[in-house]
């Protein structure tokens, strides 16, 4: 059965403590993974597409790269405001649809 | 540009009843998603919606249903809610569909009791 598995289901860091959440997947016919940041009460918002095993986009502190199993997004010298939970999610090429994982819920200390 | 509006934001409802949620989409976005989010099983895909077709469905009883109109709004409907039903809906638009990048709005939290 095709997963989307996310690592640390929870990670506390200090600011400025540097880290990285992973995502790994069994999806056959991946065609795209998303990367989204969810704040409580409210829906998602995107962050990332990656497409191809090798691609990595950056985006402020948070820098998202993709292999053929897993995918990476690593927070460099995190904020406070960076806490929130953060959703991985693969486009399934044979059906079209879109598997999320539960996420990871960051706490970024003072 | 607006972003994605949901509506109600809020919804209290008891087991047996039916309800009915609304969204409207980015402005040229005609491709509607939805989503159940639960703390147990996270977001999963109840069904997508384009051009006022469904082209694609999760694994949800036929209890959930939707539609949507020719100006890309759509609504999602459940039927005989159950206590089980208790989550975060929320929808997500996007030029063409799943090949692209979905935009989410707030989500109705809707609660049975």
């Known amino acids: 059965e095709d997963q989307v598995t996310q690592s640390p289901e929870a990670l506390r860091l200090q600011e400025g403590e540097s880290s990285s959440l992973n995502c790994s997947y069994t999806?056959?016919?991946?065609?795209?993974l998303f990367w989204y940041r969810q704040d409580p009460g409210k829906g998602p918002e995107f962050l990332f597409t990656?497409?191809?095993a090798g691609e990595e986009k950056e985006k402020e502190r948070l820098k998202a790269t993709l292999t053929k199993k897993e995918s990476f997004l690593h927070i460099t010298a995190p904020k406070p405001e960076d806490s929130a939970t953060y959703l991985c999610?693969?486009?399934?090429?044979?059906?079209?649809?879109?598997?999320f994982g539960k996420g990871t819920r960051l706490h970024i200390l003072p | 540009k607006a972003g994605v509006t949901q509506t109600p934001r809020y919804l209290i409802k008891t087991r047996g009843q039916q309800v009915t949620l609304s969204c409207s989409p980015i402005?040229?976005?005609?491709?509607v998603s939805w989503y159940q989010q639960t703390p147990g099983q996270g977001l999963q895909f109840l069904f997508e919606?384009?051009?006022?077709?469904?082209?694609n469905k999760g694994n949800f009883p036929g209890r959930f249903s939707g539609r949507q109109f020719s100006n890309s709004r759509s609504e999602m409907n459940v039927s005989t809610l159950e206590l089980g039903d208790s989550a975060l809906y929320l929808c997500?638009?996007?030029?063409?569909?799943?090949?692209?990048?979905?935009?989410f709005g707030p989500g109705t939290r809707l609660l049975v009791l």
């Open positions: 999610a693969v486009h399934r090429g044979r059906d079209d649809k879109i598997i």
């Open positions: 919606y384009f051009s006022e077709t469904q082209r």
């Open positions: 402005s040229g976005h005609r491709s």
């Open positions: 999806v056959s016919g991946l065609r795209g």
């Open positions: 997500a638009s996007s030029t063409r569909g799943s090949e692209e990048t979905q935009y």
């Open positions: 990656l497409y191809s």
